[in-house]
C-alpha cells in the first residue's frame, strides 16, 4: 500500500520533520485499519496493526526509499545535475524563516548512524550489491551490522 503511494511523489526526495512522519504514519495507520474495517469501538494497536497487514512502519519505508535514492545518485557521474546537486552547498545564511533541517542534513546524521561519512558511503554505493544490503537493512543501523 504505502510503497505504492509514495512512488508517485518522489517521496525519497523529501526533507522529513518529526512531525511529517507523524501524519504519514496517522494516514498510513488509518488506510490499513479502513482497509481491514476496523473501526470504532475496536482498538487495535498500531504494531499489531502492522504485524497482522505484514506492513512496514513509516519511517522504515522512508529511510529505505531515501537510502536506495542517495545510492542511485552517489553512482552517477560526476557531471549529471542530481550528482552536483548533493554535495553543492550555497553560499551565504539560510534567510529567516526558512528550515535549517535539508534532505542534505538529514542524509548526514543518518549517515552518522550507520557509522558512514560521505566518502566511505561512496564507495559502498558503488557496489550495488553491498549498497542493496545496507539500504535495505532493519532501519539502516551500523554498516558493520553492530546497531
Not at 33 to 42: A, K, N, Q, T
Amino acid at each position: 500500500l504505502a510503497g505504492c503511494v509514495f512512488k508517485k511523489y518522489g517521496s525519497e526526495c523529501w526533507r522529513m520533520t518529526k512531525g511529517d512522519t507523524s501524519r504519514l504514519s496517522v494516514f498510513h495507520h488509518s488506510c490499513l485499519r479502513r482497509i481491514l474495517g476496523i473501526f470504532w469501538p475496536v482498538k487495535i494497536s498500531n504494531n499489531q496493526l502492522l504485524q497482522d497487514t505484514r506492513q512496514e512502519a513509516m519511517n522504515d519505508i522512508l529511510k529505505k526509499r531515501r537510502w536506495k535514492w542517495l545510492g542511485h545518485v552517489m553512482r552517477m557521474r560526476q557531471e549529471m545535475p542530481a550528482r552536483i546537486a548533493l554535495t553543492w552547498t550555497p553560499e551565504g545564511k539560510r534567510k529567516k524563516g526558512r528550515p535549517r533541517t535539508t534532505w542534505r542534513r538529514m542524509m548526514e546524521e543518518e549517515l552518522d548512524t550507520a557509522s558512514l561519512t560521505w566518502g566511505s558511503a561512496l564507495k559502498v554505493a558503488r557496489d550495488r550489491r553491498a549498497w542493496k544490503v545496507l539500504s535495505e537493512a532493519p532501519c539502516v543501523t551500523r554498516h558493520d551490522g553492530i546497531k
